[in-house]
């Protein structure tokens, strides 16, 4: 971890179904920080869930919405931000991320997350006729980012408690190496 790095927040990012927005509330509570949803935060903005941004706006406005978000983030301490799975492919958004935050990728198997949002019908990226391999191949483009998050952990057989646990420990981890890097200690 380099030492210019300000860590105020924990950033949660990885595809959909990994279980950010569960974990990253349950965070949020333990931490007591606030949490930030960006999904949430985009179609509360829009005023239009973020399928319909997809279909009257594209894929491009909905990434212009996040960035607005992300350029917002700097300025933001003591919140646990669940990112939507794409945010960190586009426009230097995970270098900016951990610029504040400690990011850490939750992660599954394409059948695990394929198991738990099959029955979501606000997955735009997911209409195909084979949302099995339409997930291998967003993992397999998105996996380079998620592979630079200060942390990752597998979601898929671990329990809640558990995972937070990981998480918790590897970011006071990272909280205090910063502030040894700021005193000199």
């Known amino acids: 971890m380099s030492s210019h790095r300000m860590i105020s927040n924990l950033s949660l990012t990885g595809f959909m179904g990994v279980g950010k927005s569960t974990l990253g509330r349950f965070l949020a509570n333990s931490l007591r920080y606030q949490f930030v949803d960006t999904d949430e935060m985009i179609e509360q903005r829009s005023g239009k869930p973020i ?3 997809f279909e009257d706006d594209g894929e491009d406005s909905f990434r212009s919405l996040e960035q607005e978000i992300v350029d917002e983030m700097v300025s933001w301490k003591r ?3 669940s990112t939507g799975g ?3 492919t586009k426009n230097n958004n995970l270098e900016r991320l951990k610029a504040y935050s400690f990011v850490v990728c939750l992660w599954a198997s394409p059948e695990t997350i394929y198991h738990r949002i099959k029955r979501q019908s606000h997955r735009p990226l997911l209409q195909t006729t084979d949302p099995v391999r ?3 191949d967003l993992l397999e483009e998105r996996s380079v980012f998620y592979k630079q998050s200060d942390y990752m952990v597998n979601t898929d057989k671990r329990p ?3 995972v937070a646990q990981l998480v918790t ?7 205090n190496h910063c502030r040894q890097t700021r005193t000199g200690g």
């Not at 420990?169 to 909280?175: K, M, R, S, V």
């Open 79 to 81: 919140r646990v931000i």
């Open 51 to 53: 399928t319909k941004i």
């Open 86 to 88: 794409g945010l960190i």
């Open 134 to 136: 339409r997930i291998e």
């Open 160 to 162: 809640l408690r558990v």
């Open 169 to 175: 420990h590897q970011f006071h981890q990272a909280l």
